[in-house]
Nanobody
Framework: QLQLVESGGGLVQPGGSLRLSCVGS????????IGWFRQAPGKEREGVSC????????NYADSVKGRFTISRDNAKNTVYLQMNSLKPEDTAVYYC??????????????????????WGQGTQVTVSS
């Protein structure tokens, strides 16, 4: 079965850090743009950060710029989201996703317009003292 499996979520105090991981199970992530999205209670799912297949191009939501870093290790079939200086408003379920197989898809358009072909099951991040 082809799946995206997220891990690394948890409870952290404001100002703390977490690193999320997304692993492709049953398929390779090498050729996909991959994105991290989040959904807080009562809010729409939003793009947090997306990365090109090579890792050479990235996109970040304004709310996380300078605090979050997306990266990928294609040899490990894994995409990471390093989250630093966490704030209570970062509390959400975080999902990784593969980009839609459409022509000229970019990390920016994937994140901005939620152009996704497959979702992971999500991992909870709670930032609270």
């Amino acid at each position: 079965q082809l799946q995206l499996v997220e891990s690394g979520g948890g409870l952290v105090q404001p100002g703390g850090s977490l690193r999320l991981s997304c692993v492709g199970s049953g398929f390779t992530l090498d050729y996909y743009i991959i994105g991290w999205f989040r959904q807080a209670p009562g809010k729409e799912r939003e793009g947090v950060s997306c990365i090109s297949s090579s890792g050479g191009s990235t996109n970040y939501a304004d709310s996380v710029k300078g605090r979050f870093t997306i990266s990928r290790d294609n040899a490990k079939n894994t995409v990471y989201l390093q989250m630093n200086s966490l704030k209570p408003e970062d509390t959400a379920v975080y999902y990784c996703a593969t980009g839609s197989p459409i022509r000229d898809l970019t990390p920016q358009t994937m994140c901005r317009h939620r152009l996704v072909s497959k979702w992971g099951q999500g991992t909870q991040v709670t930032v609270s003292s």
